[in-house]
């Protein structure tokens, strides 16, 4: 059974920074593109960032590039999505995903984590 655990949300001022951690288990996942998706309040789910399984491709929502870098430790079945520079807009519950398919991570993951959330204060 696959299970994704995010740890790292918290309050944190606008302009500062933040790792989100995903541990992943139940299998291995180094054949898995992994990922990050945001949803804010009264808005739907949106993705955010996305890594191949080798960690040489990435992928990345407009409105985060330049301030968020996604990567991965396949030792440790573990994704990160460091953030930098944060918004108040990028104030939202971030959740962890999992797909075998690179391609189809960015539209439907096969797994979801339950979320943790980050709220950037102004």
């Known amino acids: 059974q696959v299970q994704l655990v995010e740890s790292g949300g918290g309050l944190v001022q606008a302009g500062g920074s933040r790792r989100l951690s995903c541990a992943a288990s139940?299998?291995?996942?180094?054949?898995?593109?992994m990922g990050w998706f945001r949803q804010a309040p009264g808005k739907e789910r949106e993705f955010v960032a996305a890594?191949?399984?080798?960690?040489?491709?990435?992928s990345y929502v407009n409105s985060v590039k330049g301030r968020f870098t996604i990567s991965r430790d396949n030792a440790k079945n573990t994704v990160y999505l460091q953030m930098n520079r944060l918004k108040p807009e990028d104030t939202a519950v971030y959740y962890c995903a999992v797909d075998h398919s690179f391609a189809l991570l960015r539209s439907a993951p096969a797994y979801w984590g339950q979320g943790t959330q980050v709220t950037v204060s102004s």
């Open positions: 890594i191949s399984g080798s960690g040489f491709s990435t």
């Open positions: 139940g299998r291995t996942f180094s054949n898995y593109a």
